[in-house]
């Protein structure tokens, strides 16, 4: 199998900040990675410039072997390039429902279809509302989006990045917010996309034992710059990565 | 919705068939007039509620299309013959020029954000109007001309129908376009723009062709007024043209197009229903101030505008037999 | 010890839902109260019911033996209760500095003193301190928000789920500081990361529902296992 | 150069009555973000009254005390009932703004009639010095140095205050400003009465200057308190008075030079403005 | 209503006889809200003065409708619809602004009813746009600019002009022109302002450098250059001023004018005519003893055209005989002898050449007469 992400020196500025410094690494399609790194070490950044929310100072991003450096996000989603945002970000006067079918309508390549009532589209509607249920969020599919709890809100935008059905899942600490009861709910949906084995996903989190169990390998971000990729247990041990990051709590979470 | 949407055709049908019925009970010709007076601003204003109320975008510059529509038929109208080919082109003239003004328009959406695009719309109808003012030998400046149509249009009721058909065509097309998946999406851009792009939807299109049909629409309002009048002159380009469409808009309810119209309607009604008692009660002689108290109680009673609030209800009511009944909410 | 907060059966509406159905707990002085449940249970409501935000329509809620659910949020926070919302509440356009600048009560040395301490804890506050809050990483946009209720000399505490989105070091690092700040301040935390919670928590009210449904000592309820399973899904 | 003298002596003095005119509207709606469109009734009605207080007491100093007077009364009434149940909501504030205008200057008519109402200058600002072909009229040194007052005072409050910063805040998230013990809606109140009693000070000087005040004054200069705060950069007083200043100047010297174009010269500014700096000269938000 | 005024003269204007009624169209509020008072007070005078207060000619009652048209197109024409229609109006009165009166124009027209154009000044009402229904008892703008000019034009004198940059100023300039050139003199520069503007350096500097004898102001409106006519000195620049007198209202911002020569469309005391005195007495009988002002006259003047027409007709209110009365007609109005010129209906009537002084215990600058000007000397070029 390839490599379907690449990115090479990948660097930017933002206000006299190197965010993300010269980060060049590879991603193999059906790839499940881990990104960790202390607060402000450039992972968010990192994903924006995945995505192209962000344009980078130096460096280019390969998708595919394609470079797709100067792509408009917009662009990039249609490319397959998905992802989901650490700050909630969602319409919120509109409900949870026409949230998610807004990404099934994107995913079905429904754009400029301006003369057909939208209850013409079962398919979509039928798409967004298993999406939820996968998500557990059926419950709510008709409370706008603005009237829900932290964690609900949460999940909808879990929900609205599956809906993508992109190649790659770009997931930016999906589960922060969420309870406990709940995590295992969410880490079980993951899990099973990473099980079904067709998609490639990059996802960040702080919470060691999800990534312990999920990733094939972690890459560990540290003011901005790669300090280490490889398998999960050689990264753990890393002392660097245990001092500056996981700190003492880590004992605990492996006891 | 999907019923919501069947009682709301069902509702504009009704009311339809009923003022299609209105000439031959009522045949003044002033109530004529007035009721064509608000067709044309109503299709005015859902030609802004469609920037507003679906795509977010506030422009304090609306005027420029409909002066444009006004101005092209005005102008064609008066220096040719008055037929319905000349009346045809005349309209299609101003349907062209707006839609390409309103491509540049809508295309600096992309630089400015909120305000700062109001405030631009707003110089580039200011220079509309001054060049209005300025182009005296087409224009006759502020003072205006007076123009010639074709015969076909000189019956007051005939031109009743004609803008009563209009302003319907205008409401079930822009009612189609908004709850298309099209329009969904216009939606979401007003709600959050970033996202949308995340979803891998070209936002810049979607506002430019907002903006185009929008301007394109206002055109045609524009052209109505004129021929209405049979008379142009630069008070087109005025931001108090822009502020009428505004005001029916936001009293009727922004994003609902019926609002507009009821909008258009209860403005027109409410101004000539004050000015008759002005007339008769001299406590009314200042009537524009109880137009303006108006104004202050449809914000208060009507935060949402007339029906965007009578919408709030039916669906606080919907939602709360749903959480009694503790259903599965069904499609929103 | 006597109970700083007493929040006897309060019911919040918000708009026509009926969000809270009868909250009722105790923060005893000096102590770290735990509210847990699960997402939409009523936890946040719960909080911003205390200060007044969304103000609970029934019930009553006695800080040092005095009502305060009618006051306006102002006014409680005058008294001396500081508040880490969930959504951190930074104005994205204010810089690190103006941030803090807003919420600094007092100009004073022990103020200067307070802060001081917090930006060593955080230094990375201190490095972006001219940059807007809006800007900071999700992380740093936490610290921010604990920074700017710390400032304030509080005698009770009120912090949504303080550990969302931080490094497991600074997870740490905000432990640490709130076992300090329990020295002078009471604190209710409403917490999903249970190692932390059950680290420095006290006491702890099971919220379902918008109602407590339980409570204890929380050293007892690390040990069992049978209600952890059953209102927090741990096994 | 007696020529450009004569035209920047004379466009910045206009271009300070602009400034006048703009500053409250700088607190109100670039700082509180509200979309006033009732200023140019408080602007109207500060002038009305000052003139009034002028011409029946001969003192200009009172004239001014006056309208300031008006402008807090009104402004107080205006937030309490017109304003506070609006803030945050652009839609609704531009709905009842409107209607509040309509109101204000219909009672203007109802308290002075409908007939413009001419404006004195005072003796000791009346009249103009020639410095050779220079013309230095004395009514616009005192405009200038009014301007320069007012620009001083609010900055110095701005900057010595955390006001400014708790606007801002307030604008952005008031609950939050809320809980960290700030009455916000007290805040609101004492700047939009501030604003308001700006309005009705630009009113009151405008007065002599143009001569003559009418009812419907307001919404014309309104608008250029639009044009001066939006090109300035929203919530900046520095930017609104080079805005103002900009706007003077151009129209000074776009009309000698340029006739042709002057009509549209503060459209035209704006516009140009606009396209090349998004948000604004002076955009101090993020 | 034809058939009902040919015959029973003896019947006395009771039970038989329709009602005349009249249309009134002018700016009741707006901006324009004091031109339209005047008008409609000045026209219930001219009414009760020709028909000695009976208000019928002819044994046929008079009745009178007043519409506001708000100074807006739109809503002028939806009340002239409503007086043509509604109210079977035989003829229409207005309106305060140029815009609206055009607007309605092609309405008369349409309905076949004489409009009395009053106070609108455009030319093209009477020009142009003009169609055998119109009459107008107003003055317009080439009527001001006659007057303005034989106010001060000679062989060689050099005058510059400021207006406003709009269809008032630019056709009030042109007319000026052209009048004062055909009696010598020269129009050496035009300056035009913004008119909202506030500031008038530039074009005042370029008057100033251009040296004139005379500078021609023609302003209507809000703000006014006159403050900063004496503030950058142009009188002691040996620039004369010159312009036509305003309203009351405005009068009062133009002390720093006084001396200044020029022209005006009435002032009370200026015409020396019965119908005159009667209105200023009954006027300020009526109205708290207030004069009459600018456009008073104006309203008077329609109202006894109207009667006068109606009463050589007998009563008989058919558009085509009354066009076919009023064309050349004269009347006596509290300005002297109007006339409608056969050719354009424009009434031809009398100007007056002012000076500006002050005077005790009157609160404005007052138009003094120097001469009053003839309406053949002031009758302005045919156009339509
Ligand atoms: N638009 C921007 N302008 C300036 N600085 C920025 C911008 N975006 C991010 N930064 C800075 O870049 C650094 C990296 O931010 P980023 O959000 O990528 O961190 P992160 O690794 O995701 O942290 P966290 O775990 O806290 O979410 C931070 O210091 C942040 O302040
Ligand atoms: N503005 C609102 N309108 C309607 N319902 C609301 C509103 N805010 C919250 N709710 C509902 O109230 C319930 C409780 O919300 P709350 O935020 O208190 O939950 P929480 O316990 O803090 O959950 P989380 O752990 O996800 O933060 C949720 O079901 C939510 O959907
Ligand atoms: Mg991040
Ligand atoms: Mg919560």
Same mark, same amino acid.
């Given at each position: 199998?390839?490599?379907?992400?690449?990115?090479?020196?990948?660097?930017?500025?933002?206000?006299?900040?190197?965010?993300?410094?010269?980060?060049?690494?590879?991603?193999?399609?059906?790839?499940?990675?881990?990104?960790?790194?202390?607060?402000?070490?450039?992972?968010?950044?990192?994903?924006?410039?995945?995505?192209?929310?962000?344009?980078?100072?130096?460096?280019?991003?390969?998708?595919?072997?394609?470079?797709?450096?100067?792509?408009?996000?917009?662009?990039?989603?249609?490319?397959?390039?998905?992802?989901?945002?650490?700050?909630?970000?969602?319409?919120?006067?509109?409900?949870?429902?026409?949230?998610?079918?807004?990404?099934?309508?994107?995913?079905?390549?429904?754009?400029?279809?301006?003369?057909?009532?939208?209850?013409?589209?079962?398919?979509?509607?039928?798409?967004?509302?298993?999406?939820?249920?996968?998500?557990?969020?059926?419950?709510?599919?008709?409370?706008?989006?603005?009237?829900?709890?932290?964690?609900?809100?949460?999940?909808?935008?879990?929900?609205?990045?599956?809906?993508?059905?992109?190649?790659?899942?770009?997931?930016?600490?999906?589960?922060?917010?969420?309870?406990?009861?709940?995590?295992?709910?969410?880490?079980?949906?993951?899990?099973?996309?990473?099980?079904?084995?067709?998609?490639?996903?990059?996802?960040?989190?702080?919470?060691?034992?999800?990534?312990?169990?999920?990733?094939?390998?972690?890459?560990?971000?540290?003011?901005?710059?790669?300090?280490?990729?490889?398998?999960?247990?050689?990264?753990?041990?890393?002392?660097?990565?245990?001092?500056?990051?996981?700190?003492?709590?880590?004992?605990?979470?492996?006891? | 919705?999907?019923?919501?949407?069947?009682?709301?055709?069902?509702?504009?049908?009704?009311?339809?068939?009923?003022?299609?019925?209105?000439?031959?009970?009522?045949?003044?010709?002033?109530?004529?007039?007035?009721?064509?007076?608000?067709?044309?601003?109503?299709?005015?204003?859902?030609?802004?509620?469609?920037?507003?109320?679906?795509?977010?975008?506030?422009?304090?510059?609306?005027?420029?299309?409909?002066?444009?529509?006004?101005?092209?038929?005005?102008?064609?109208?008066?220096?040719?013959?008055?037929?319905?080919?000349?009346?045809?082109?005349?309209?299609?003239?101003?349907?062209?020029?707006?839609?390409?003004?309103?491509?540049?328009?809508?295309?600096?959406?992309?630089?400015?954000?909120?305000?700062?695009?109001?405030?631009?719309?707003?110089?580039?109808?200011?220079?509309?109007?001054?060049?209005?003012?300025?182009?005296?030998?087409?224009?006759?400046?502020?003072?205006?001309?007076?123009?010639?149509?074709?015969?076909?249009?000189?019956?007051?009721?005939?031109?009743?129908?004609?803008?009563?058909?209009?302003?319907?065509?205008?409401?079930?097309?822009?009612?189609?376009?908004?709850?298309?998946?099209?329009?969904?999406?216009?939606?979401?851009?007003?709600?959050?723009?970033?996202?949308?792009?995340?979803?891998?939807?070209?936002?810049?299109?979607?506002?430019?062709?907002?903006?185009?049909?929008?301007?394109?629409?206002?055109?045609?309002?524009?052209?109505?007024?004129?021929?209405?009048?049979?008379?142009?002159?630069?008070?087109?380009?005025?931001?108090?043209?822009?502020?009428?469409?505004?005001?029916?808009?936001?009293?009727?309810?922004?994003?609902?197009?019926?609002?507009?119209?009821?909008?258009?309607?209860?403005?027109?009604?409410?101004?000539?229903?004050?000015?008759?008692?002005?007339?008769?009660?001299?406590?009314?002689?200042?009537?524009?101030?109880?137009?303006?108290?108006?104004?202050?109680?449809?914000?208060?009673?009507?935060?949402?505008?007339?029906?965007?609030?009578?919408?709030?209800?039916?669906?606080?009511?919907?939602?709360?037999?749903?959480?009694?009944?503790?259903?599965?909410?069904?499609?929103? | 010890? !006597? !109970?700083?907060?007493?929040?006897?059966?309060?019911?919040?509406?918000?708009?026509?839902?009926?969000?809270?159905?009868?909250?009722?707990?105790?923060?005893?002085?000096?102590?770290?109260?735990?509210?847990?449940?699960?997402?939409?249970?009523?936890?946040?409501?719960? +909080?911003?019911?205390?200060?007044?935000?969304?103000?609970?329509?029934?019930?009553?809620?006695?800080?040092?033996?005095?009502?305060?659910?009618?006051?306006?949020?102002?006014?409680?926070?005058?008294?001396?209760?500081?508040?880490?919302?969930?959504?951190?509440?930074?104005?994205?356009? +204010?810089?690190?500095?103006?941030?803090?600048?807003?919420?600094?009560?007092?100009?004073?040395?022990?103020?200067?003193?307070?802060?001081?301490?917090?930006?060593?804890?955080?230094?990375?506050?201190?490095?972006?301190?001219?940059?807007?809050?809006?800007?900071? !990483?999700?992380?740093?946009?936490?610290?921010?928000?604990?920074?700017?209720?710390?400032?304030?000399?509080?005698?009770?505490?009120?912090?949504?789920?303080?550990?969302?989105?931080?490094?497991?070091?600074?997870?740490?690092?905000?432990?640490?500081?709130?076992?300090?700040?329990?020295?002078?301040?009471?604190?209710?935390?409403?917490?999903?990361?249970?190692?932390?919670?059950?680290?420095?928590?006290?006491?702890?009210?099971?919220?379902?529902?918008?109602?407590?449904?339980?409570?204890?000592?929380?050293? !007892?309820?690390?040990?069992?296992?049978?209600?952890?399973?059953?209102?927090?899904?741990?096994? | 150069?007696?020529?450009?003298?004569?035209?920047?002596?004379?466009?910045?003095?206009?271009?300070?009555?602009?400034?006048?005119?703009?500053?409250?509207? =700088?607190?109100?709606?670039?700082?509180?973000?509200?979309?006033?469109?009732?200023?140019?009734?408080?602007?109207?009605?500060?002038?009305?009254?000052?003139?009034?207080?002028?011409?029946? =007491?001969?003192?200009?100093?009172?004239?001014?005390?006056?309208?300031?007077?008006?402008?807090?009364?009104?402004?107080?009434? =205006?937030?309490?009932?017109?304003?506070?149940?609006?803030?945050?909501?652009?839609?609704?504030?531009?709905?009842?703004?409107?209607?509040?205008?309509?109101?204000?200057?219909?009672?203007?008519?109802?308290?002075?009639?409908?007939?413009?109402?001419?404006?004195?200058?005072?003796?000791?600002?009346?009249?103009?010095?020639?410095?050779?072909?220079?013309?230095?009229?004395?009514?616009?040194?005192?405009?200038?140095?009014?301007?320069?007052?007012?620009?001083?005072?609010?900055?110095?409050?701005?900057?010595?205050?955390?006001?400014?910063?708790?606007?801002?805040?307030?604008?952005?998230?008031?609950?939050?400003?809320?809980?960290?013990?700030?009455?916000?809606?007290?805040?609101?109140?004492?700047?939009?009465?501030?604003?308001?009693?700006?309005?009705?000070?630009?009113?009151?000087?405008?007065?002599?200057?143009?001569?003559?005040?009418?009812?419907?004054?307001?919404?014309?200069?309104?608008?250029?308190?639009?044009?001066?705060?939006?090109?300035?950069?929203?919530?900046?007083?520095?930017?609104?008075?080079?805005?103002?200043?900009?706007?003077?100047?151009?129209?000074?010297?776009?009309?000698?030079?340029?006739?042709?174009?002057?009509?549209?010269?503060?459209?035209?500014?704006?516009?140009?403005?606009?396209?090349?700096?998004?948000?604004?000269?002076?955009?101090?938000?993020? | $209503?034809?058939?009902?005024?040919?015959?029973?003269?003896?019947?006395?204007?009771?039970?038989?006889?329709?009602?005349?009624?009249?249309?009134?169209?002018?700016?009741?509020?707006?901006?324009?809200?004091?031109?339209?008072?005047?008008?409609?007070?000045?026209?219930?005078?001219?009414?009760?003065?020709?028909?000695?207060?009976?208000?019928?000619?002819?044994?046929?009652?008079?009745?009178?409708?007043?519409?506001?048209?708000?100074?807006?197109?739109?809503?002028?024409?939806?009340?002239?619809?409503?007086?043509?229609?509604?109210?079977?109006?035989?003829?229409?009165?207005?309106?305060?602004?140029?815009?609206?009166?055009?607007?309605?124009?092609?309405?008369?027209?349409?309905?076949?009813?004489?409009?009395?154009?009053?106070?609108?000044?455009?030319?093209?009402?009477?020009?142009?746009?003009?169609?055998?229904?119109?009459?107008? *008892?107003?003055?317009?703008?080439?009527?001001?600019?006659?007057?303005?000019?034989?106010?001060?034009?000679?062989?060689?004198?050099?005058?510059?002009?400021?207006?406003?940059?709009? $269809?008032?100023?630019?056709?009030?300039?042109?007319?000026?022109?052209?009048?004062?050139?055909?009696?010598?003199?020269?129009?050496?520069?035009?300056?035009?302002?913004?008119?909202?503007?506030?500031?008038?350096?530039?074009?005042?500097?370029?008057?100033?450098?251009?040296?004139?004898?005379?500078?021609?102001?023609?302003?209507?409106?809000?703000?006014?250059?006159?403050?900063?006519?004496?503030?950058?000195?142009?009188?002691?620049?040996?620039?004369?001023?010159?312009?036509?007198?305003?309203?009351?209202?405005?009068?009062?911002?133009?002390?720093?004018?006084?001396?200044?020569?020029?022209?005006?469309?009435?002032?009370?005391?200026?015409?020396?005519?019965?119908?005159?005195?009667?209105?200023?007495?009954?006027?300020?009988?009526?109205?708290?003893?207030?004069?009459?002002?600018?456009?008073?006259?104006?309203?008077?003047?329609?109202?006894?055209?109207?009667?006068?027409?109606?009463?050589?007709?007998?009563?008989?209110?058919?558009?085509?005989?009354?066009?076919?009365?009023?064309?050349?007609? $004269?009347?006596?109005?509290?300005?002297?002898?109007? *006339?409608?010129?056969?050719?354009?209906?424009?009434?031809?009537? $009398?100007?007056?050449?002012?000076?500006?002084?002050?005077?005790?215990?009157?609160?404005?600058?007052?138009?003094?007469?120097?001469?009053?000007?003839?309406?053949?000397?002031?009758?302005?070029?045919?156009?339509?």
């Amino acid at each position: 199998m390839g490599n379907i992400l690449e990115t090479k020196d990948l660097t930017i500025r933002l206000g006299g900040h190197t965010a993300v410094d010269g980060v060049s690494i590879a991603i193999q399609e059906k790839h499940f990675k881990a990104i960790i790194g202390p607060n402000g070490a450039g992972k968010t950044t990192f994903f924006n410039l995945l995505s192209g929310q962000l344009s980078p100072t130096k460096g280019s991003i390969m998708l595919k072997g394609e470079d797709i450096t100067s792509l408009s996000p917009t662009n990039r989603t249609r490319k397959g390039v998905g992802r989901s945002f650490q700050i909630t970000n969602v319409f919120p006067n509109l409900t949870v429902l026409e949230n998610v079918r807004l990404a099934v309508q994107s995913q079905a390549g429904i754009r400029y279809q301006m003369l057909r009532h939208f209850s013409r589209f079962d398919s979509v509607v039928k798409k967004a509302e298993d999406h939820l249920k996968l998500v557990l969020l059926d419950s709510k599919a008709g409370s706008l989006a603005c009237n829900l709890s932290h964690g609900e809100k949460r999940k909808l935008e879990i929900a609205m990045l599956l809906a993508l059905e992109t190649e790659i899942l770009l997931l930016d600490e999906p589960t922060a917010g969420m309870s406990v009861e709940e995590v295992p709910a969410i880490v079980e949906v993951i899990k099973n996309i990473k099980l079904r084995g067709e998609r490639t996903i990059v996802l960040i989190e702080h919470k060691m034992d999800m990534i312990m169990e999920l990733s094939d390998s972690i890459m560990v971000l540290f003011n901005g710059q790669l300090l280490a990729d490889g398998p999960p247990d050689e990264i753990v041990k890393n002392e660097t990565v245990q001092s500056a990051y996981l700190g003492g709590l880590y004992n605990e979470f492996t006891a | 919705m999907g019923k919501r949407y069947q009682l709301s055709t069902l509702v504009m049908i009704i009311a339809g068939i009923v003022l299609l019925a209105v000439p031959y009970i009522n045949d003044s010709r002033s109530f004529l007039i007035l009721m064509t007076q608000i067709f044309i601003f109503a299709v005015f204003a859902m030609s802004y509620d469609i920037l507003i109320g679906f795509t977010g975008i506030v422009s304090f510059g609306h005027a420029m299309f409909f002066g444009i529509g006004a101005y092209a038929t005005g102008i064609i109208l008066d220096r040719f013959e008055p037929t319905v080919p000349t009346l045809l082109i005349s309209i299609a003239a101003g349907i062209l020029l707006a839609a390409v003004v309103s491509f540049i328009v809508g295309l600096l959406t992309l630089r400015l954000k909120s305000h700062y695009y109001a405030m631009l719309t707003l110089a580039f109808s200011g220079l509309f109007l001054v060049a209005a003012e300025k182009w005296r030998t087409l224009t006759m400046g502020n003072d205006g001309f007076t123009f010639r149509v074709p015969d076909i249009l000189k019956d007051r009721m005939d031109y009743y129908f004609i803008c009563l058909v209009v302003m319907f065509i205008v409401y079930f097309l822009l009612k189609r376009i908004t709850q298309s998946p099209f329009g969904k999406v216009m939606v979401a851009i007003r709600e959050n723009e970033q996202r949308v792009e995340s979803l891998g939807f070209q936002v810049l299109y979607y506002k430019i062709i907002a903006s185009v049909i929008a301007g394109v629409i206002a055109s045609i309002s524009g052209s109505l007024y004129v021929l209405s009048l049979r008379f142009a002159n630069t008070s087109v380009f005025s931001m108090d043209t822009t502020l009428d469409a505004l005001l029916m808009t936001i009293i009727g309810g922004v994003g609902t197009l019926v609002g507009p119209m009821l909008g258009a309607g209860l403005i027109e009604f409410a101004h000539h229903w004050l000015t008759e008692l002005a007339k008769e009660h001299p406590i009314f002689e200042r009537w524009l101030i109880f137009f303006g108290i108006l104004y202050i109680l449809v914000v208060m009673f009507f935060p949402a505008g007339i029906i965007g609030t009578i919408h709030g209800w039916g669906r606080k009511r919907i939602l709360q037999r749903k959480s009694v009944k503790e259903q599965k909410s069904p499609a929103g | 010890m !006597s !109970s700083l907060l007493e929040v006897n059966q309060i019911e919040t509406y918000i708009g026509q839902y009926h969000i809270l159905q009868g909250v009722s707990f105790q923060a005893q002085k000096g102590e770290v109260t735990v509210l847990l449940g699960r997402n939409g249970a009523g936890k946040t409501t719960t +909080l911003r019911s205390i200060m007044g935000m969304t103000p609970a329509s029934k019930g009553e809620i006695k800080y040092k033996g005095v009502e305060i659910s009618k006051l306006p949020t102002y006014k409680t926070s005058n008294l001396g209760i500081g508040f880490v919302p969930e959504d951190q509440g930074i104005f994205g356009e +204010l810089t690190v500095e103006e941030n803090i600048k807003v919420a600094m009560k007092k100009v004073d040395d022990e103020t200067n003193s307070r802060l001081e301490w917090i930006l060593a804890l955080f230094p990375d506050l201190k490095k972006f301190w001219k940059k807007p809050g809006g800007l900071l !990483s999700g992380g740093q946009k936490q610290m921010l928000s604990i920074a700017r209720a710390y400032v304030n000399e509080n005698d009770l505490l009120l912090i949504d789920e303080p550990s969302k989105g931080l490094a497991p070091v600074i997870v740490e690092k905000v432990m640490e500081s709130i076992q300090e700040m329990k020295k002078k301040t009471t604190i209710i935390l409403v917490e999903q990361n249970f190692i932390m919670a059950s680290a420095i928590g006290d006491k702890f009210f099971i919220i379902d529902d918008g109602r407590t449904v339980h409570s204890g000592e929380m050293k !007892s309820l690390k040990e069992d296992e049978e209600m952890k399973r059953k209102y927090l899904g741990i096994a | 150069m007696e020529l450009i003298m004569n035209l920047s002596i004379n466009g910045l003095a206009t271009g300070m009555l602009i400034f006048l005119l703009a500053a409250g509207l =700088t607190l109100i709606f670039g700082l509180m973000d509200v979309l006033n469109f009732a200023h140019g009734g408080l602007f109207a009605w500060g002038a009305y009254s000052g003139v009034w207080v002028y011409s029946t =007491t001969g003192s200009f100093v009172l004239a001014i005390g006056g309208a300031i007077l008006t402008g807090l009364v009104l402004g107080f009434i =205006t937030e309490k009932l017109i304003i506070q149940p609006v803030y945050g909501n652009h839609i609704q504030q531009i709905l009842i703004t409107l209607g509040l205008m309509l109101v204000l200057s219909e009672l203007l008519k109802v308290v002075w009639g409908p007939n413009q109402i001419s404006a004195k200058t005072p003796s000791y600002l009346s009249g103009s010095w020639e410095l050779g072909d220079v013309i230095i009229i004395k009514y616009r040194l005192f405009i200038i140095i009014m301007g320069l007052l007012v620009f001083g005072i609010v900055q110095f409050i701005l900057k010595k205050t955390k006001i400014g910063l708790v606007v801002r805040a307030g604008v952005l998230n008031k609950e939050m400003v809320e809980a960290l013990g700030i009455n916000i809606k007290r805040v609101f109140l004492w700047v939009f009465m501030c604003g308001s009693a700006m309005a009705a000070l630009g009113g009151v000087l405008l007065a002599p200057y143009s001569g003559v005040i009418h009812a419907e004054m307001g919404m014309e200069f309104a608008i250029l308190a639009f044009v001066v705060v939006v090109i300035g950069g929203m919530g900046s007083f520095p930017g609104s008075l080079f805005a103002a200043m900009l706007v003077g100047l151009a129209g000074s010297f776009m009309a000698y030079y340029v006739p042709d174009l002057s009509l549209a010269v503060n459209m035209l500014l704006m516009a140009v403005v606009l396209i090349f700096k998004p948000k604004g000269l002076f955009a101090i938000k993020g | $209503s034809d058939d009902a005024s040919g015959d029973g003269k003896k019947e006395g204007g009771s039970k038989s006889k329709e009602p005349i009624k009249i249309g009134v169209l002018a700016s009741l509020s707006g901006a324009l809200e004091s031109y339209g008072k005047q008008t409609k007070q000045g026209f219930e005078l001219g009414l009760d003065y020709a028909t000695d207060g009976k208000m019928e000619v002819d044994g046929r009652k008079i009745q009178v409708v007043y519409e506001d048209t708000e100074t807006k197109p739109e809503v002028a024409v939806q009340k002239a619809t409503k007086l043509l229609e509604e109210d079977n109006v035989d003829f229409l009165v207005g309106s305060s602004s140029s815009g609206d009166t055009l607007a309605v124009l092609p309405l008369a027209e349409e309905y076949e009813k004489v409009m009395i154009v009053e106070p609108a000044v455009a030319d093209s009402i009477t020009g142009s746009e003009f169609n055998k229904y119109i009459f107008r *008892t107003a003055r317009n703008s080439s009527q001001d600019a006659v007057a303005g000019a034989a106010a001060i034009a000679k062989k060689g004198v050099k005058i510059a002009t400021l207006a406003p940059d709009y $269809s008032f100023g630019r056709d009030g300039v042109a007319a000026f022109k052209e009048a004062a050139e055909k009696l010598g003199a020269d129009v050496v520069l035009e300056e035009y302002a913004d008119p909202a503007a506030t500031d008038f350096t530039s074009n005042l500097q370029k008057i100033i450098d251009e040296k004139p004898d005379y500078l021609f102001v023609i302003w209507a409106g809000a703000n006014s250059p006159w403050n900063q006519i004496a503030d950058m000195k142009i009188q002691e620049k040996g620039i004369k001023i010159s312009t036509g007198a305003p309203d009351i209202a405005a009068l009062s911002t133009m002390e720093p004018l006084v001396g200044m020569e020029g022209f005006t469309v009435y002032y009370n005391d200026l015409p020396k005519n019965k119908i005159n005195d009667w209105l200023v007495s009954e006027h300020k009988k009526r109205y708290n003893g207030e004069v009459p002002d600018l456009f008073t006259p104006g309203g008077m003047s329609a109202a006894i055209a109207i009667v006068d027409a109606l009463k050589k007709t007998k009563g008989d209110a058919d558009a085509d005989k009354l066009i076919k009365t009023m064309e050349g007609m $004269s009347f006596e109005t509290p300005k002297g002898k109007m *006339t409608f010129r056969k050719e354009d209906h424009q009434a031809l009537q $009398s100007m007056y050449a002012i000076k500006l002084e002050k005077k005790d215990g009157v609160p404005y600058p007052v138009p003094v007469l120097i001469r009053e000007l003839t309406p053949e000397e002031t009758a302005p070029p045919i156009r339509n």
